[in-house]
């Protein structure tokens, strides 16, 4: 036992390979989409791993789990905390037949496969936050990030990531992030299943490739926005250039945020991070800062 092992913590069980390929092994739909899995115990970064098997003309259909990774990617160079043993850390790479303009459909599937997933394994009423955050009481518990790359001559790859926080310790997430982000333990107050919640979006996750498959992605866009937190808000989205306000109103039905602007005008973005915007009672609203 570690030194540093706090008395009474619990530790959760490993991520078992063997348990995590007989889930995948009794699921047709899964059992089709995933021919590999790899199981690592440190690694920079699943996502990195997956884009060089892409990147060698490996298949799609590899799956990679990592105990920890070093480097942990998030959107836009950010980094994904990604400490030993409590979470899951997942990428699968894939090869898909879809033009490369649609495969951001793919991010919007793994979200609502990752939320459907942790709602059948634990109960908790996850949501997400446009475009890739899976929220828990208003923290962060999960994101998903995807990645594309392609060789001459050969058909596109793409890796679908996610970092699900299930088993980290309040006291354990790193100070500047512990008022925004949370776990599913730290929820429920009980330790999750690591092996079960991977079958559970796998399970998910081939059911809305599913749908993708099958020309439905209106299904996919219908199913996000019954779980996305951020319709019906006012918000302030950064985007690469400038930041919007307005309210959010719905998704488009290639996954953009469609938002209703202050003159009324609307305006679909693809690629930004989502505030909420606090409304301050009325008499002290003119003061409010401009964008
Ligand atoms: C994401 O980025 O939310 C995508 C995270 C994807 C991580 C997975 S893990 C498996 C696969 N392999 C990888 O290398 N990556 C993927 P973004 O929306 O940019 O959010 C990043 C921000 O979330 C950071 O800047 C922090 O503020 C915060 N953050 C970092 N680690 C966190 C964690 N473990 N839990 C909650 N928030 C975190």
């Not at 996610?162 to 500047?176: K, L, T």
């Not at 979006?201 to 439905?216: C, F, G, V, Y």
């Amino acid at each position: 036992m570690s030194k540093c092992k706090r008395e009474g913590a619990t530790q959760a069980p490993a991520i078992d390979l063997q348990r995590i390929e007989a889930g995948i092994a009794t699921h047709p739909r899964v059992r089709e989409r995933v021919r590999e899995v790899l199981l690592f115990d440190r690694v920079l970064s699943t996502n990195q791993i997956a884009l060089q098997m892409g990147s060698t003309g490996m298949p799609g259909g590899v799956l990679i789990l990592a105990e920890a990774q070093d480097q942990g990617k998030g959107r836009l160079n950010r980094i994904w905390v990604s400490p030993s043993g409590v979470n899951i850390y997942l990428s699968v790479l894939l090869r898909p037949f879809q033009e490369v303009r649609d495969f951001p459909l793919f991010s919007l599937a793994a979200a609502v496969a990752v939320v459907q997933a942790i709602r059948a394994t634990t109960g908790l009423p996850v949501v997400t936050k446009w475009p890739n955050d899976i929220l828990l009481d208003d923290r962060k518990v999960g994101g998903i990030l995807l990645e594309t790359g392609k060789k001459s001559g050969e058909v596109p790859y793409l890796v679908i990531g996610a970092g699900i926080n299930v088993n980290w310790e309040e006291n354990d997430i790193p100070e500047n992030l512990r008022e925004h982000a949370t776990s599913l333990k730290i929820a429920l107050g009980h330790i999750v299943d690591r092996n079960r919640l991977v079958n559970e979006i796998l399970i998910a996750l081939a059911q809305q490739i599913t749908l993708l498959d099958e020309n439905k992605s209106d299904l996919i866009i219908k199913g996000l926005s019954e779980v996305c937190e951020t319709l019906g808000k006012r918000v302030k989205v950064a985007t690469p250039d400038r930041i919007y306000e307005g309210v959010a109103e719905a998704l488009s039905n290639d996954g953009g945020l469609v938002l209703r602007l202050a003159d009324k005008s609307q305006r679909t973005i693809y690629v930004g991070d989502v505030t909420k915007v606090i409304l301050l009672p009325p008499s002290t609203r003119r003061s409010w800062g401009a964008t």
